[in-house]
């Protein structure tokens, strides 16, 4: 059974995250230890709120280390919602905060969206190969937003988008760091998929 860390910083419902990788078959706990995120299979950043709220929570609890030290350990890692956006450098929604820069690109306010925040079910299309959106292509997941991912130098890292007047994105990979823009754990069966497909990469790499 893999071991999934979910990072406890204080920010927002993590306990949901954690039963819902259980309910997928995965041991998950929340924690800030490092010892124990480092012993983990896999490696889950939730997030809500504002964007500058989350980034500060993560250095002022210790998290922020402790993420980068379980990717430079070649840890699968997975944030999901403002999880997804401290993965990169920076947000509009809070310019003098810093996000994790794992991935390089800016977080942007969605400007072409029916309405804000988004908060709806979203149909994906995915946009390059992933063992994480296995079997869900076209599928429905839930969206609490009102920022995205809008600038990036990055190549390829977008495997999934969503439509709102004009394509968003709704998911990423870069090696084993990944990113959904949606909740998978408020997400019925394409999201218990996910999950499971995120447990699947971890015992793939025991």
């Not at 408020?186 to 971890?202: D, E, H, M, P, T």
Request: aromatic share 8%; proline share 4%; with cysteine.
């Amino acid at each position: 059974m893999a071991k999934i860390a979910v990072l406890d910083y204080g920010i927002g419902n993590l306990r949901s995250a954690q039963k819902a990788f259980e309910r997928s078959g995965a041991d998950a706990y929340l924690t800030a230890d490092e010892e124990l995120v480092l012993a983990s299979d896999g490696v889950v950043l939730p997030g809500v709120g504002n964007f500058g709220n989350c980034a500060t929570a993560l250095t002022d609890s210790g998290v922020r280390e402790i993420a980068f030290a379980a990717v430079e350990n070649k840890i699968p890692f997975l944030g999901i919602c403002v999880g997804m956006q401290l993965l990169f450098d920076s947000s509009e929604e809070s310019p003098e905060a810093k996000g994790l820069g794992l991935i390089s690109g800016k977080v942007k306010l969605l400007v072409e969206a029916p309405k804000v925040p988004q908060m709806q079910w979203n149909q994906i299309n995915l946009t390059n190969s992933s063992p994480l959106l296995e079997g869900l292509e076209g599928e429905w997941f839930y969206f609490v937003h009102s920022y995205a991912l809008g600038q990036t130098e990055e190549q390829n890292i977008a495997i999934a988008t969503c439509d709102y007047r004009s394509p968003v994105i709704a998911a990423v990979q870069k090696e084993l760091v990944f990113g959904t823009q949606f909740h998978p754990e408020k997400s019925g069966k394409a999201g218990r998929l996910l999950l499971r497909n995120f447990i699947s990469i971890c015992e793939n790499l025991i």
